[in-house]
């Protein structure tokens, strides 16, 4: 359960993310259209300046993808900065991680809340 847990998310998979909001039920989600061949396109191109390192070969899309889960993390803690500005206070613990790991496992959500608490706890 992640009822002890807020989920902010970002997803380049419109398709899924009435999927996504079922089994996260997420504060916010953002789902976009998959940017990942645009993104290597630009990013290889940028790749070719000899300040990074000049031109080279990269496997097919493995730098627009890159790119494009950066890109997503970032839209995600943009979700919740903004949240945490819209609501007055600020996390005192933030997990980064995709929608594709285990996180469903029953214990989870208590035992990333009681690290959360040990944390602070810590502090």
Known sequence: SFKRVDIFGHL???EVGELIRSL???KTLVAEDDRS???DCNCSRRAEDYELGGPGPF???SCGRTMSHMLGMQRAIRLKVAYET???FKYSAVLVSRWDMLWLAEWFGSWLYSMAQKGLSND
Do not use: M, Q
Request: charged share 15%.
């Open 24 to 26: 996260y039920e997420p």
């Open 37 to 39: 061949v645009f993104l």
């Open 86 to 88: 819209l609501h007055r």
């Open 12 to 14: 380049w998979s419109p």
């Open 59 to 61: 496997y097919p899309l």
